[in-house]
Nanobody, 124 residues
Framework: QVQLEESGGGLVQAGGSLRLSCAAS????????ITWFRQAPGKEREFVAT????????NIADSVKGRFTISGDNAKNTVYLQMNSLEPEDTAVYYC?????????????????WGQGTQVTVSS
């Protein structure tokens, strides 16, 4: 089994920053990807950003490109989502997900393992 634990969410004013962390443990294969999704109330869960185990490959959703960056610490099996210039529209529960087959996918159906989520609230 794989366990994912998110942290770093909170309440921030528009224009502010937060850094989310996703720590993975358990049966993690050598080549994995970790991906961030978010879900706002009444909306579908949407892709935010993904990173390969090596950190060499990343993909960022157009809606957050230029404001959010994804990075990883392979030694700690931890991925970070740095969120700058936050907007009220970024308010959502943020989830990280892991794929042990190394696929960089923006499709939530790809992922078998999910964290519990961390709430991000951006006030205007």
């Amino acid at each position: 089994q794989v366990q994912l634990e998110e942290s770093g969410g909170g309440l921030v004013q528009a224009g502010g920053s937060l850094r989310l962390s996703c720590a993975a443990s358990g049966r993690i294969y050598s080549y994995y990807t970790i991906t961030w999704f978010r879900q706002a109330p009444g909306k579908e869960r949407e892709f935010v950003a993904t990173i390969s185990w090596s950190g060499r490959s990343t993909n960022i959703a157009d809606s957050v490109k230029g404001r959010f960056t994804i990075s990883g610490d392979n030694a700690k099996n931890t991925v970070y989502l740095q969120m700058n210039s936050l907007e009220p529209e970024d308010t959502a529960v943020y989830y990280c997900a892991l794929d042990n087959r190394g696929r960089l996918s923006d499709d939530r159906r790809t992922y078998d393992y999910w964290g519990q989520g961390t709430q991000v609230t951006v006030s205007s």
